[in-house]
């Protein structure tokens, strides 16, 4: 028996202004996905392929569960902190899809901020990150998606993101250079401003050069 649609009536803001709507119609996704593997010229019928709309439905509502949660609700609760020196969570592994072919990408992250009287749990940056990677994303957008909103939830005096990540649309296919990394950065406040401020990150998390 198919599983019914997942649906949610939640509306979910996304910090460049879009709206999407949460919805996961996973019936429509088997039925295209049988579709595409017609269209290839193979046995959607056949014992291997059988349940193989099932699963990209499923794998598609994990991998797109992001569209349906709000990343601000991750930085609700803050802890009011005299500290003032950086703060710094590395090493923030995600994988998010490409928008353009629906490939996937995969890399780590680097987010630090620099408070002004309130700090946020040391998880958070990790959640925003998980959130924001979890939609049809490019590499790009999602550095700032993430700069933007820890600067504007947490009233920082300074964020800086920094994504490392490994893209399969141009390492399986296309140019298919398997080495490739790319590197995306968002600067906000005294990390844009101040060359110190950004140095010190730099090496905090790279070590010194």
């Known amino acids: 028996m198919s599983e019914p649609a997942v649906r949610s009536r939640r509306v979910s803001p996304v910090t460049n202004n879009r709206l999407v709507t949460a919805e996961v119609d996973q019936e429509r996704i088997r039925a295209a996905v049988r579709e595409i593997l017609l269209a290839v010229g193979e046995d959607p019928d056949r014992e291997g392929l059988r349940d193989t709309p099932d699963r990209v439905a ?71 990150v998980e959130v924001l990677a979890r939609r049809p994303q490019v590499q790009e957008r999602m550095t700032e998606e993430i ?48 060359q110190p401020t950004r140095a010190e990150l730099m090496a905090l998390i790279y070590g010194p050069r």
């Not at 933007?148 to 250079?177: F, N, P, W, Y």
């Open 58 to 128: 499923r794998m598609y509502a994990e991998m797109f569960a992001g569209l349906h949660k709000d990343p601000r609700e991750e930085l609700r609760k803050t802890f009011t902190q005299k500290y003032d020196e950086m703060v710094i969570v590395k090493d923030i592994g995600f994988e998010s899809m490409c928008e353009h072919h629906l490939l996937p990408f995969i890399g780590k992250a680097h987010v630090a901020y620099l408070p002004k009287g309130k700090i946020v749990g040391l998880s958070k940056p990790a959640r925003v």
């Open 147 to 194: 700069a933007d909103l820890l600067m504007e939830q947490l009233d920082a005096r300074g964020v800086a993101v920094i994504l490392e990540a490994s893209h399969t649309c141009m390492t399986i296919r296309g140019v298919r250079k398997c080495s490739s990394m790319c590197t995306t950065s968002g600067m906000r406040g005294a990390f844009k401003t101040s």
